[in-house]
């Protein structure tokens, strides 16, 4: 049994590793190339050109993935609770700020939601 | 305290931690979307900080770890992305008009409201990118000269307000399609969007994780275009 737990381990560590790694390689070409696109973007679809070329199999960060995507709120805490110094700058026009915020996300998820289900309805109907 | 706190390194990793295990425990107990395990977290963090009278820079500067992952946690967006990329594939189209329809709906009406409420440039330019992922949307409200805390407390606003709101708005546009659900997810509200579509189901989180990516990619492209207009 403990040397299953071993193998098991190594598993874990080499899933940790390659999904560290790919965003590393993120970071690098964030540095050199001169756009406000974090590591993390370039990172997500090396990682998916990776997948689609079978450089690496989904079953080799499939675990470890998982749970990266389901902690992934947490990671956000941080950041978020820095609206207690962002409050300052934005006291004196609070209402409008917050109109704008709510208003503006409804608007974008209607139209999105709406132009994408508009599309996928025409060329599903044109199939029939 | 305070002495204590500037020095130690795991606290804020456990003031977090705990916070967000009392937001998932809260949310077992009552089915609200009011009761969000991040919201949650950040309300219990803020009135800690503010009841021992503790900087936010000073949590902060030892919470950065968790920030950390965030990097590796977006990386791991192109699993579920993988899994449905046959899907993609055959709804390509959709999904590109989709989302760059959303992008530009984001930024004209934050135009168009920032105009109307009469708020300073600086607030626009800091409000103006606040859809798309945090990562991204600081890069360029730096890049235009706004204030980058504002925009990292709207995205927060923002994310937690489409992901509580997204069961109605989706029942008023009658947005039933589940690729379409992902999309609106994560155009409008990008990583919580994304973790509240994930919990919907695996379809709609693939489709929200790649809508972060590529709103905040066409964000980088209009940006140029909209920063100059007030």
């Known amino acids: 049994m ?33 756009l406000p696109i974090p590591a993390s973007v370039y990172g997500l679809f090396i990682m998916l050109l990776c997948l689609i070329t079978k450089i690496i199999k989904l079953d080799q960060v499939e675990t470890t993935a998982d749970f990266f995507l389901l902690a992934m709120p947490i990671t956000l805490v941080p950041a978020s609770v820095g609206i207690l110094s962002a409050w300052d700058f934005v006291k004196s026009h609070a209402w409008a700020v917050v109109a704008i915020i709510l208003i503006s996300t409804v608007l974008v998820m209607g139209v999105t939601g709406s132009v994408s289900q508009l599309i996928i309805r025409k060329t599903e109907g044109k199939k029939k | 305290m305070k002495a204590f706190l500037e020095n130690s390194v795991f606290w804020a990793t456990i003031l977090t931690l ?5 937001g998932c425990a809260v949310k077992n107990k009552i089915n609200s979307p009011l009761a969000h395990p991040l919201l949650i977290s950040v309300i219990l963090i803020i009135i800690f900080l503010l009841v021992f009278d503790i900087e936010y820079e000073t949590y902060q ?3 950065k770890y968790i920030s950390y992952f965030l990097t590796p ?3 791991c967006l192109a699993i579920p992305l993988y899994r449905q990329i046959e899907l993609l594939k055959k709804h390509w189209k959709a999904v590109v008009a989709g989302i760059l329809s959303g992008v530009i709906t984001s930024m004209a009406s934050i ?23 945090t990562a991204i949307a600081i890069g360029i409200t730096e890049e235009y ?11 927060c ?27 609106a997810l994560g155009t409008s509200a990008h990583a919580m969007g994304t973790s509240k579509a994930l919990e919907i189901g695996p379809v709609e989180g693939a489709m929200s994780g790649l809508s972060i990516a590529l709103a905040g990619l066409m964000t980088v492209v209009l940006a140029p275009l909209f920063a100059n207009l007030i």
């Open chain 2, 111 to 133: 135009l168009l409201m920032s105009i109307l409420f009469g708020i300073t440039k600086q607030l626009y330019i800091s409000l103006m990118s606040k859809s798309i992922t």
């Open chain 2, 18 to 22: 705990t916070t967000y295990m009392i």
């Open chain 2, 61 to 63: 500067n030892e919470a």
């Open chain 1, 2 to 34: 403990r040397f299953f737990a071993i193998l098991n381990f190594m598993k874990y560590i080499k899933e940790l590793f390659i999904i560290l790694f790919i965003s590393f390689i993120g970071e690098v070409l964030r540095y050199f190339i001169p």
């Open chain 2, 73 to 75: 946690a977006t990386v």
């Open chain 2, 157 to 183: 606003v923002t994310g937690v307000f489409g992901s509580i709101s997204s069961s109605i708005v989706m029942k008023i546009f009658r947005i039933k399609n589940p690729i379409s659900v992902g999309l």
């Open chain 2, 145 to 155: 000269g706004g204030i980058s805390t504002i925009t990292a407390a709207a995205i």
